[in-house]
């Protein structure tokens, strides 16, 4: 039985918007008589301050054993003059690598009564609902060699992008069944016009298809990608792509909801194990103010209870109720101009009741 949580605060708006978090958390497990077995640990600055490591052996050991982990934010001013590392940043990717969290999975939606908040016209952004999967532990953020060379002339700098038919196999799975699950398109982006590894991805993803019959594969240019989130957005359902491609494309689906504080992600391995975070960073403009707005971090833990906790009811309620907090009217300072807003410590309050509505309990 998978049960095991691991919440790591973090640093800036972190520990806030997991309070708000785990006050759902707790209030699902007393209402549903769930069996978790939950544990806080220190990580990034927080941690750096108490033992000199962003990611201290105790808490990796633990997040080894945890089912889910629920993970803040990192970062911020204070700790940015350190070795890179002893940085705060170096938690989040000594996780993902020790824990081999190789599927990102961040959801870009729109509710339509916040689409005044979006760049974008709302005639071209209401409705959006798209999924990205960006492969996350290869590709050239990982590839070797790498470095700067100064003592050739000229100086020079490099890096290697290689992924291999296994890691690109594994990926395209978790976005086909992902679609699957969804209204079954599936969209595969790279650069197979100018790279060898992307031709190379296209023809591995084109493969596999046969074996999701039911799912539409498309391939599109990473480029072309970027302007037509931009131009057609609700062309897409699911988005699957390399660490490089993923990570800008990502962030430019976040960019069209007009809120980051509303999006989660989910990263997974081989076996179920996830961590869940927020999209957005530390925020240390407004941490300490109570003016974070934690429902990013709400929703991830929602993916948790979907992907590691095997508890789709839980999941299903959480996200409900959000979309109905949404359209009862609540907003927190970064969903509104208004000048009355609910603060980060009074969005759980108003968020319980509507779960325990919307619960059969
Ligand atoms: P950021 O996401 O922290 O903040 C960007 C802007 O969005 C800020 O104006 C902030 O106030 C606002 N914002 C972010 N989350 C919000 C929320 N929940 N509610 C309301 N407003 C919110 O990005 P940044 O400013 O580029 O980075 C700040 C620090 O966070 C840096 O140290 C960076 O390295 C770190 N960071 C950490 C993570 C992570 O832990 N996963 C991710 C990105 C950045």
New binding site residues.
């Given amino acids: 039985m998978n049960n095991k949580i691991l919440i790591l605060p973090?640093?800036?708006?972190?520990p806030e918007?997991t309070s708000s978090a785990m006050e759902i958390l707790r209030f699902v497990k007393d209402l549903y008589s769930l069996d978790l077995d939950i544990e806080i640990h220190d990580v990034?600055g927080a941690a750096y301050d108490k033992t000199g490591y962003p990611l201290p052996d105790k808490t990796l050991e633990i997040a080894r054993k945890s089912d889910a982990i629920l993970?803040?934010?990192?970062?911020?001013?204070e700790?940015?003059d350190l070795d890179w590392d002893k940085r705060?940043?170096q938690a989040?990717l000594g996780l993902r690598k020790e824990l081999g969290l190789f599927a990102n999975l961040r959801p870009a939606f729109l509710f339509n009564e916040l689409s005044s908040a979006s760049p974008i016209k709302e005639e071209i952004i209401n409705d959006l609902d798209i999924l990205i999967v960006r492969e996350l532990t290869g590709g050239i953020y990982f590839g070797e060699p790498r470095g700067i060379d100064t003592s050739s002339n000229p100086p020079h700098a490099f890096n290697t992008m290689i992924y291999d038919e296994k890691e690109i196999e594994r990926i395209g799975r978790v976005a086909f069944e992902s679609a699957q699950k969804r209204n079954k398109k599936l969209c595969s982006v790279e650069k197979a016009n100018v790279l060898e590894v992307s031709k190379f991805w296209r023809e591995i993803i084109t493969n596999l298809s046969k074996d999701y019959p039911d799912v539409e594969l498309t391939h599109q240019l990473a480029d072309n990608t970027a302007m037509q989130l931009v131009l057609d957005p609700n062309q897409f359902d699911v988005i699957v792509s390399s660490n490089l491609f993923g990570d800008i494309l990502s962030d430019i689906a976040a960019t069209l909801t007009g809120s980051?504080?509303m999006l989660p992600s989910a990263s997974l391995n081989t076996s179920s194990q996830g961590m869940y975070?927020?999209?957005?960073?530390?925020?240390?403009?407004?941490a300490g103010k109570n003016?974070?707005?934690?429902l990013?971090?709400i929703l991830s833990l929602a993916m948790a209870f979907r992907y590691s906790l095997e508890n789709h009811q839980v999941a299903n309620i959480i996200e409900e109720s959000v979309k109905e907090f949404i359209s009862r009217g609540f907003r927190?300072?970064?969903l509104t101009e208004d000048t009355s807003f609910l603060e980060t410590g009074e969005v759980a309050s108003e968020l319980i009741p509507i779960i325990k509505e919307k619960s059969d309990v």
């Fill in positions: 973090g640093d800036g708006i972190g918007v990034g993970f803040g934010a990192v970062g911020g001013p700790w940015e705060p940043e989040l980051i504080g975070e927020p999209c957005h960073g530390s925020a240390p403009d407004i003016l974070a707005n934690p990013a971090m927190t300072k970064d």
